[in-house]
């Protein structure tokens, strides 16, 4: 089983990459996935969300408030890190399971889609690590566009990430993806042709 890490900065179009990969035969482990599961109504996350912040992080229907919480965790670094210590065990754990699960099955490939993968030091779980990469502009405007947010709040969201060049100069394999979607495809489909023909 070979595990291709992706990461990558936010809005640089790392489900892009995930989705043609997906059509090529991978296995795919998203963490944004499993942390949206684990932070389901009653789940592990969800309890600890709401036994530290108390209801008023939660909407009508019980669910956890994202938007309240991502103004939290982007505006306060002491509750940044109590989410990250808390958070990221859970979420790792998941991981390693559905890992096994998938070497169990004999996946020839599998993508570990996690977007802070060099921030949680998770990098040694994957074989080669793949960074998507947009400029900072193409990044600002897709983020702006995607979550309907002003630019200061976005540009603070992009400034509380690992800087992309830094992902970038640690990255095994870079993907592009300032150009046109078939851009990012032929990348992919070159990259994947190596790593079939590897053995």
């Not at 035969?25 to 592990?44: K, M, S, T």
């Not at 991981?95 to 570990?112: D, S, T």
């Not at 566009?145 to 992309?164: F, G, H, T, Y």
Request: aromatic share 6%; glycine share 6%; hydrophobic share 45%.
């Amino acid at each position: 089983m070979y595990v291709i890490g992706l990461t990558g900065g936010i809005a640089s179009g790392k489900s892009t990459v995930s989705r043609i990969l997906k059509q090529l035969g991978a296995a795919v482990i998203d963490a944004d996935e499993i942390a949206r599961e684990l932070a389901a109504p009653q789940g592990p996350l969800w309890d600890a969300f709401v036994k530290h912040f108390g209801k008023s992080v939660l909407q009508a229907d019980d669910s956890l408030d994202r938007r309240k919480i991502g103004e939290i965790v982007f505006s306060d670094r002491r509750e940044k890190k109590w989410i990250d210590e808390v958070s990221h065990p859970i979420i790792k754990a998941c991981v390693e399971k559905e890992l096994a699960n998938c070497r169990h099955k004999a996946m020839p490939f599998v993508v570990l889609d996690v977007p802070l993968l060099y921030e949680v030091n998770w990098e040694s779980m994957a074989d080669e690590v793949w960074v998507i990469y947009a400029d900072e502009a193409t990044q600002l405007q897709r983020l702006m566009s995607r979550d309907s947010l002003n630019k200061e709040v976005a540009c603070a969201r992009i400034a509380a990430q690992m800087p992309l060049a830094k992902k970038v100069a640690m990255a095994d394999f870079v993907i592009d993806n300032n150009g046109m979607p078939l851009a990012v495809e032929k990348q992919v489909l070159k990259r994947w042709a190596l790593l079939e023909g590897r053995g």
